[in-house]
């Protein structure tokens, strides 16, 4: 034995050594290719644009680029050293690995727990009273995202969380919450027609709720089939908005409301789950669901991120995918779904291969008017910024930086978040026709946040361009343009706004003057849409 | 896109003027010589019950009806015409109001009939039809308004966010809001200080240090700068965001935004219209239609403990119903007899309507669900012939035995009593022309004046 285990370490090391390059090898020949993916999106496009007679935009440039995957991968604008680095470094796979950053980064994190939450919990916006329960989901949702869980199964976990969970009495700080997406079912007060409602169209891409009252002639979904499809829910209760989720485990059943017809769970390919014992309704449902053969799930998915990178589904709106609201492109949303599921539902690749696309590094620069047609994605549609987008983008503009620095700290210096938050929270039906309203023009021009952003003693990225003795002006009215617009300005620009400050503006001072120019650049339809 | 050309030229008027900060003074003139202009241009006031209001508890009850529920009804000042005791206020301005209580609409999910009942045609394809406010904000306007043609108060758009967009016509229509729900929730709906706040237009001012000829060259180099930006990626988001920084300034520059100052009014007349958000929301409303403003739009979807839709009673309908009278009759009396008692009332239109109706069937929970086969809708005002009922429900009210009312019937008779023409066809977001109202329409002839 002695002998033996003399050689055991060398062993350990020597299986260790082909097991990971074993696993290197199966990774290789399994992990799906985004570039590939990527490719064949670009494919489709141009066989439609061929079709239309479409001359596409240009690429974009790099500070396009830059700016527009900072924002839409982690919600915010690059910082002025960030634009630098990128504008410097002449490795031609330099978008690629800014991707890869990004994706790993607290940014990516962030902004898709905003983009979850408003997707599956759209009553916070109008609800004070829910945000409580929503920071259990928040502190969910972003560990699911940190460890890239397959969407299926984070779908699933959605679906069977286990209701009589006790929830604490009273309020605990955000990071001591339990992580728990329950309040997806509270907030839609565990009715089962709201939930069936809600799980419809987020995760199949259905509007099912037009049946709930009646039979419309010509709708496909009859209003059996949504309360069978609600009966999955049928066991859930809860005291209120804010109160416990509980469940009768044996109700499988219940009554369509003003009739006498009692239904049990159908799915909605008319199937009926298999009694097998201890499995709960929802359980069945989610399986249904994440089915990798379910016809709607992948579909709804990647159409939901596809709007969410180029601000119009492939089928729009997203949640109405029916006979009667085609595609605009069949092939590419079927060849995504099949791909995505192939990848074990796999956000990131999902993610990777949509930003990877020529498609999706389309200048937003209109060259010629065939690019009109926004549903042929012929130059990049201008997308409304979330709120957290823009409020999130205004702190990294002035210096502040929201994903590094405590809450509480940008608080104190620019006054309440959720304040400006709130002014920007508009509903708009479609990101690519987002509405500027008169209100927010005016909370930009003269409402506190920007005041004091604009202030030479508020605002780091200001006091630090005022008083750098190491710039000219020309330098510091770059450095501005670099902050708010992730770009340099252009000669024209440069000159006009050097002017400006030389002559010391409306009240002849340049460090006044550059706090002009500076406003300027962040009311800005540039700084306000992502282009 | 008409008028981008000069919007330049405009902006740099606009900012000249900032410098100054010159008060004109013409539009205080105006408010103050309303009533017996003959050209004054007719406005439209519409009280929009957001969660679709009971029928027949309000305007149209069936006593001696199982489906009647409790409430009684009661006489007005109209022989023969009785409503609900609950809005014995209203009872007494009968003469003032017409009700049509045969609307039939068919679509009785809340989404979908908000859409229908605001822009007069279903959520169906890719046109993007603009709501009443903003078509009426379109035929109405003036060059020299400085208010937006549409005004929003405390408005709930979450149940049809694209019915409180301007569609097609464009976000120089869209409406300005004040007074939105969300922004009350959590500090105390019913405390008068946060309600003058909430209606006004915030950040109006300049922000603090900023004088005016800064602003003013702020301004200017702003419009300098982003033209070529916005140019180069046309479409509707480049266009609203201009558009929306235009009025912004314009308003900033206006006295006319004093209107939104309703505490300027006697504290008898304040309290006559209610102490809450609708009754102080009415209040702008008359202060904003005497100054101009072609259309103006006041939500009622709830009160302080029920804030949003209150009136989608499927549980406790009567309880909830009476309580939301308490708010509703005092406010919309008072609303006709100051407008009356200014001389503004025979052109100023009143509406009062919800997405639908509510089951006459009371459920298992004392509640009335969705209902759209059979429901009121009242008018009023301007354009008005009042004091009548148009069209009958049968005794248990399920179904309309006389004159049934379309959705088109109601937008043409509305467009009649404003004076525009319902034929006449704007261009939509798919280049193809479309009619104010389609489907040739059988306007209420018999309430116009």
């Not at chain 2, 969660?51 to 305007?59: A, E, H, I, K, Y």
Request: glycine share 8%; charged share 25%; with cysteine.
């Amino acid at each position: 034995m002695p002998q033996r285990c003399r050689y055991l370490p060398g062993i350990a090391v020597w299986i260790t050594a082909a097991l990971w390059l074993w696993a290197g090898f199966a990774e290789a020949q399994t992990a799906p290719d985004a570039t590939e993916l990527a490719r064949r999106i670009d494919r489709h496009i141009e066989a439609a644009w061929q079709a239309a007679g479409v001359k596409p935009a240009d690429l974009a440039d790099d500070a396009e680029f830059l700016r527009r995957i900072y924002l839409d991968l982690a919600g915010r604008i690059p910082t002025v050293s960030e634009v630098r680095q990128f504008f410097d470094d002449p490795d031609p796979d330099k978008r690629r690995r800014v991707v890869d950053r990004l994706l790993a980064s607290p940014g990516y994190v962030n902004h898709f727990a905003n983009v979850f939450r408003s997707a599956w919990l759209p009553e916070l916006d109008n609800a004070a009273e829910l945000a409580f329960t929503a920071q259990g989901f928040d502190a969910w949702i972003r560990s699911r995202l940190a460890e890239n869980t397959p969407y299926d199964r984070l779908v699933r976990e959605l679906l069977t969380v286990s209701a009589n969970s006790r929830r604490p009495p009273v309020a605990v700080p955000p990071n001591r919450m339990e992580a728990t997406p329950i309040a997806f079912f509270t907030s839609k007060e565990a009715k089962p027609e709201n939930l069936a409602a809600a799980t419809a169209r987020m995760f199949l891409g259905i509007r099912l709720e037009c049946a709930q009252c009646h039979n419309h002639p010509t709708a496909q979904w009859k209003q059996e089939q949504f309360w069978s499809y609600a009966a999955f829910f049928a066991g859930l209760q809860t005291s209120g908005p804010v109160g416990e989720l509980r469940e009768l485990p044996g109700r499988r059943e219940l009554v369509i409301p003003n009739t006498q017809l009692l239904v049990g769970p159908v799915f909605l390919d008319g199937r009926q789950p298999e009694e097998n014992g201890r499995a709960s309704t929802r359980q069945l449902l989610a399986d249904w669901i994440t089915a990798r053969d379910n016809p709607f799930f992948a579909k709804a998915t990647v159409n939901r991120f596809w709007e969410q990178f180029f601000g119009i589904g492939l089928v729009d709106p997203v949640d109405d995918m029916e006979p009667d609201n085609p595609p605009s492109h069949p092939e590419l949303l079927g060849e995504l779904a099949t791909a995505f599921a192939a990848s074990g539902f796999d956000l990131k690749f999902l993610i990777r291969a949509i930003v990877l696309s020529q498609t999706y590094q389309r200048s937003s620069v209109q060259t010629d008017t065939s690019q009109d047609d926004p549903r042929l994605f012929a130059r990049m549609a201008l997308k409304g910024l979330t709120p957290e987008q823009i409020v999130d983008s205004l702190f990294v503009a002035v210096g502040a930086q929201a994903e590094r620095e405590p809450q509480n700290v940008i608080t104190a210096r620019f006054g309440d978040r959720n304040e400006l938050l709130a002014r920007f929270r508009g509903s708009s039906a479609r990101r690519i026709e987002t509405q500027t309203s008169i209100l927010q023009a005016l909370a930009l021009m003269n409402g506190r946040f920007i005041s004091e952003a604009t202030d030479l003693e508020k605002s780091r990225t200001l006091a630090a361009v005022v008083d750098a003795p190491f710039l000219d002006n020309r330098e510091k009215v770059e450095t501005l343009f670099l902050a708010a617009l992730s770009r340099k300005p252009t000669a024209e620009e440069s000159k006009r706004f050097v002017e400006y400050v030389q002559s010391g503006g409306a009240s002849g001072d340049s460090a006044k003057a550059l706090a002009d120019v500076f406003w300027v650049l962040l009311n800005s339809g540039e700084f306000l849409l992502n282009h | 896109m008409a008028g981008l050309l000069n919007r330049r030229d405009w902006l740099r008027m606009q900012a000249a003027g900032l410098i100054g900060f010159s008060v004109s003074g013409w539009f205080e003139r105006l408010a103050a010589a309303t009533a017996d202009d003959p050209q004054r241009r007719r406005s439209c006031i519409l009280l929009w019950m957001s969660g679709g209001p009971s029928q027949l508890d309000t305007w149209d009850l069936k006593p001696g009806h199982a489906n009647g529920g409790p409430f009684k009804p009661i006489d007005t000042s109209v022989t023969g015409i009785q409503i609900s005791e609950h809005l014995p206020k209203l009872a007494q301005q009968m003469k003032h109001l017409a009700i049509v209580r045969s609307m039939n609409t068919r679509e009785a999910d809340h989404g979908r009939a908000t859409y229908l009942m605001r822009t007069g045609v279903m959520p169906t394809g890719p046109i993007q039809y603009p709501p009443l406010g903003s078509i009426v904000a379109k035929e109405k306007e003036r060059p020299e308004d400085e208010i937006p043609g549409f005004v929003s108060i405390a408005p709930f758009r979450q149940l049809s966010p694209t019915a409180f967009q301007p569609g097609f016509l464009g976000p120089r229509y869209a409406p300005l809001i004040v007074g939105e729900s969300s922004m009350l929730l959590g500090n105390g709906q019913g405390q008068p200080a946060d309600l003058d706040k909430a209606l006004k237009v915030q950040d109006l001012d300049l922000a603090p240090g900023v004088v005016p000829e800064q602003a003013a060259r702020r301004i200017e180099l702003l419009d300098e700068m982003e033209g070529r930006f916005l140019k180069q990626r046309p479409g509707v988001s480049s266009l609203s965001h201009r558009t929306a920084y235009e009025q912004a300034v314009r308003m900033m520059r206006s006295q006319a935004v004093k209107a939104f100052d309703v505490e300027e009014e006697p504290s008898s007349l304040r309290d006559a219209y209610g102490r809450n958000l609708f009754g102080q929301g009415c209040l702008l409303a008359r202060r904003l239609v005497e100054r101009g403003v072609p259309f103006v739009e006041v939500t009622l979807g709830g009160v302080a403990e029920m804030p949003v839709l209150g009136w989608d009673t499927h549980q406790n309908n009567f309880p909830s119903v009476q309580r939301l009278c308490e708010v509703l009759d005092p406010a919309f009396s008072t609303l006709i007899s100051d407008l009356r008692d200014r001389g503004l009332l025979d052109t100023t239109l009143l509406i009062w309507m919800g997405e639908f109706g509510r089951t006459p069937r009371i459920n298992n929970a004392q509640g009335r669900d969705h209902f759209a086969n059979a429901w009121s809708v009242v008018l009023g005002g301007g354009g008005i012939r009042g004091g009548q009922v148009v069209g009958k429900t049968s005794p248990d009210g399920m179904e309309v035995t006389e004159r049934p009312v379309t959705v088109h019937d109601l937008f043409a008779t509305i467009c009649l009593a404003l004076g525009i023409d319902y034929n006449k066809k704007n261009m939509s977001n798919v280049g193809r022309p479309v009619k104010i109202v389609e489907k040739n329409p059988q306007p209420i002839t018999e309430i116009l004046v």
